[in-house]
């Protein structure tokens, strides 16, 4: 399979060198800032995704107000596939750079090599951290004794968070794996159950969290979108809030919850911009812990920007039940 691919690759490669295809092009824009403050020289790429390896298209940096514009154009046998990736420090010291993707839709893309129209991302704040997917690192099966080992690695510019997922049909006669027989078990377990157990008992301090946006499709505000404040935890997430956006396509949610570590908080936006499907897209955006504050009564409020909902953002799933 890997080497059709590749081979694959190799032909549409080997025809756009040839001239055979058509040349496409994409623009796109947007505002870049940090904590409320404009992300200025941020570096933005704009590729074409293959299936080997992404084509970079054009590269710049955000200027004084976090601004940037990117075009370019690619001869294709079939439609391009562009999207924009974004390396910055914000909120972050170590010595690489946070990276997150945007895949730019297939409305905003030009025949010829001039773009005719420009795809604008919104107004982002790098503070954000966009949910991903999990990344499996190992897989097996038990031995006859019940027993089983797994191990992986994986690079990551913060400490990695692993878990082990187990799918079994033990007193299950169904088709299917029902979400109460799947079940996630953190490397520390003990503490998933003990926390939630002192939180009954009042043990732990009382936190909360307030998060603010715009939120915006195809450059027209998304009304009555709905948004979600959720606590992370190991199992199941616990909601706080969760509300709809008004006919500006703002909202504000905030709650508070008591825990012995800090809590986890995040926002999780379900819509329909640019999607037809019988389900929801859903976006989740991580809230910086320096946004936490202790008490119940949020002292400040995280702004995650005005997002265009058009984005296609690394991660992004859908969700039926919501």
């Known amino acids: 399979m890997q080497l059709l691919i590749l081979l694959l690759s190799l032909v549409a490669s080997s025809f756009a060198l040839l001239g055979i295809g058509r040349t496409q092009s994409v623009a796109v824009t947007g505002k870049l800032t940090c904590n409320g403050q404009p992300a200025r020289n941020v570096k933005v790429k704009l590729y074409e995704k293959e299936l080997t390896f992404d084509v970079k298209m054009d590269e710049g940096k955000t200027d004084q107000n976090g601004e940037f514009r990117l075009s370019g154009s690619k001869t294709e046998i079939s439609t391009i596939d562009p999207k924009v990736n974004v390396y910055h420090k914000c909120n972050y010291n170590g010595p690489c750079y946070k990276k997150f993707g945007i895949t730019i839709p297939d409305n905003f893309i030009s025949r010829g090599a001039t773009p005719q129209k420009t795809y604008d991302i919104g107004t982002i704040n790098l503070a954000n951290k966009f949910t991903a997917l999990d990344v499996k690192m190992d897989e097996g099966k038990t031995n006859q004794n019940g027993e089983f080992r797994l191990s992986g690695s994986k690079t990551e510019v913060s400490t990695i968070d692993p878990k082990v997922n187990v799918y079994h049909k033990c007193n299950y006669n169904g088709y299917f794996t029902p979400l109460g027989m799947l079940f996630q078990m953190q490397l520390l377990l003990l503490l998933c159950f ?77 819509h329909k911009c640019n999607y037809n499907g019988l389900c929801y897209r859903k976006v989740g955006i991580t ?31 859908t969700d039926c039940i919501n």
């Not at 936190?207 to 505000?221: D, K, M, T």
Request: proline share 5%.
């Open 287 to 317: 809230i910086p812990d320096n946004y936490v504050t202790r008490g119940a009564n949020p002292q400040r409020v995280f702004d995650i920007g005005t997002i265009n909902l058009a984005n296609r953002f690394t991660g992004e799933t």
């Open 194 to 270: 003990a926390a939630p157990s002192l939180a009954l008992l009042g043990i732990g301090s009382t936190q909360s969290v307030a998060v603010s946006g715009r939120l915006i499709c195809n450059g027209q505000p998304a009304a009555n979108v709905k948004v979600k404040l959720y606590e992370k935890e190991t199992t199941f997430d616990v909601k706080m809030a969760e509300g709809v956006t008004n006919q500006n396509g703002e909202f504000r949610l905030s709650g508070s919850k008591t825990e012995i570590s800090t809590i986890d908080p995040k926002v999780n936006i379900y």
